[in-house]
């Protein structure tokens, strides 16, 4: 949806090296989600955020969550190819009614 | 396990014919939607529902038609008046308290 955009489009790494994909609105997010997909599969849920400023990790991922909760990151640290695949952001826009869409996906490729 | 189930997973239909999708979940989600993927795309909102009998139109309920008549429940119809069928669909709930987003391992649609 173009009211969640993602950024890079698409972006190839070497492995071992640091990322950063970004989820931006001009509305208020209220609940955040990052999901990976590989290609053909169903989501695999990464996390969640609600909270202004609020960061969140798993294993050598991070997702922030600005303080105006119209911007969000996920970075990974230390690349590997396992981490290959489209990454997804979510969030609901309709100020808590409900409403989720999504972004229109960040495809990532890591090289060994 | 509680969890979503979305049937069938794959799906053949002639072109002119509807087709409704299962989407079933035993988590006691209010809240269900409807998303359509496609190739190298994002996840695009067909319909959502808050609550058992009632629904919105996300941003591509054009061709598409939805109930819920039960909480657990949440089928989708690919009406003949879809201009282009063929996709990847996508059941999710959410809760209510948490805002955790399940998603069920999809349904892929070819229409020949």
């Known amino acids: 949806s173009q009211e969640l955009e993602q950024s890079p489009q698409s972006l190839i790494v070497q492995e071992g090296k640091n990322l950063t994909i970004n989820c931006t609105s001009s509305k208020t997010l209220y609940g955040l989600y990052w999901y990976k997909q590989k290609y053909g599969e169903g989501l695999i849920f990464l996390m969640m955020?609600?909270?202004?400023?609020e960061e969140k990790s798993h294993e050598k991922i991070t997702a922030k969550l600005d303080e105006k909760k119209q911007q969000s990151s996920l970075h990974i640290t230390a690349s590997q190819p396992s981490h290959a695949g489209t990454y997804l952001c979510g969030a609901d826009i309709s100020g808590g009614y409900n409403k989720l869409i999504f972004g229109a996906g960040t495809r990532l490729a890591v090289h060994p | 396990d509680g969890g979503i189930t979305q049937s069938p997973k794959y799906l053949f239909r002639k072109e002119g014919q509807n087709v409704t999708l299962s989407c079933e979940q035993n988590?006691?989600?209010?809240?269900m939607y409807w998303y359509r993927q496609d190739p190298g795309q994002g996840l695009r909102l067909i319909y959502y529902s808050q609550i058992v009998n009632d629904f919105q139109k996300g941003d591509i309920a054009e061709g598409y038609s939805v109930s819920r008549e039960k909480k657990e429940s949440f089928p989708l119809t690919v009406t003949s008046a879809q201009k282009n069928p063929t996709a990847f669909y996508l059941c999710?709930?959410?809760?209510?308290?948490?805002?955790?987003?399940?998603f069920g391992e999809g349904s892929r649609l070819t229409v020949l």
């Open positions: 999710a709930s959410r809760q209510g308290t948490t805002g955790e987003l399940f």
């Open positions: 988590l006691n989600h209010d809240a």
């Open positions: 955020l609600q909270k202004g400023g």
